[in-house]
């Protein structure tokens, strides 16, 4: 279940296989991204960030890519577990004070 | 460390009844946020502020007002509830600005306007 470029609402993958979340964001301004967690009845939580002067930042089993001349941002997830199962969002930051949040993606993950 | 707190959790409202989203941190952050999640939307900035005493609009900020008398406390208020208003309201905070580190999020409150 890879989806290379384009934003998809909902992304289904097999327990074990890979994922890539896709966000295009607007503001050639923005300088700081985030992708955030939302399980069901929650708020979101903080997964990853990047600057802008970075194109690939990894965590524990994340890994974010940003490709500013296209504006395109991606969350890769290793080794996808049940409890991954949650809407994603990616968030713009611009130092004026306000988060961006884009229309999120839903990832379902089959045992 | 309670983080993000909203009261309340859930609210019933007819057309044209008044209420106050409460919002509270125990963080010592400067700025905090409301948003409105929609389903299958994603957050919606309608009001926020930098530092205690001052608010400004974002995106969506028509029949909401916001006050932040006390640094840990930022209140959502809508005067004469509409249908259109029912959502998931998130309150968030930062430390600094949202350029500078994450933002942390409530559980959210849920209203529905009848």
């Known amino acids: 279940g890879e989806s290379v470029g384009l934003h998809l609402p909902t992304l289904s993958v097999q327990e074990g296989d890979n994922s890539i979340i896709n966000c295009a964001y607007s503001n050639s301004a923005s300088d700081y991204f985030i992708w955030y967690k939302q399980e069901s009845g929650k708020g979101p939580q903080f997964i990853i960030d990047i600057r802008s002067n970075m194109d690939k930042r990894q965590g524990q089993r994340v890994t974010v890519l940003l490709n500013k001349t296209v504006k395109h941002l991606s969350l890769q997830i290793a080794a996808t577990q049940p409890g991954d199962s949650a809407v994603y969002f990616c968030?713009?930051?611009?130092?004026?004070?306000?988060?961006?949040f884009g229309d999120g993606t839903t990832l379902t993950v089959k045992p | 460390n309670a983080g993000v707190t909203q009261t309340p959790k859930f609210r019933v409202l007819k057309t044209g009844q008044s209420m106050t989203l409460l919002c509270a941190q125990d963080m010592n952050h400067e700025y905090m946020y409301w948003y409105r999640q929609d389903p299958g939307m994603g957050l919606r900035l309608i009001h926020y502020s930098v530092g205690e005493g001052t608010t400004a609009k974002g995106e969506v900020p028509d029949g909401y007002n916001v006050s932040r008398l006390k640094k840990q406390n930022f209140l959502l208020g809508l005067e004469s509830a509409a249908p259109s208003q029912t959502s998931v309201y998130f309150c968030?905070?930062?430390?600094?600005?949202?350029?500078?580190?994450?933002?942390?999020f409530g559980e959210g409150s849920r209203l529905t306007v009848l």
């Open positions: 968030a905070s930062a430390r600094r600005g949202p350029d500078t580190g994450e933002l942390f």
């Open positions: 968030a713009e930051n611009t130092n004026a004070g306000k988060s961006t």
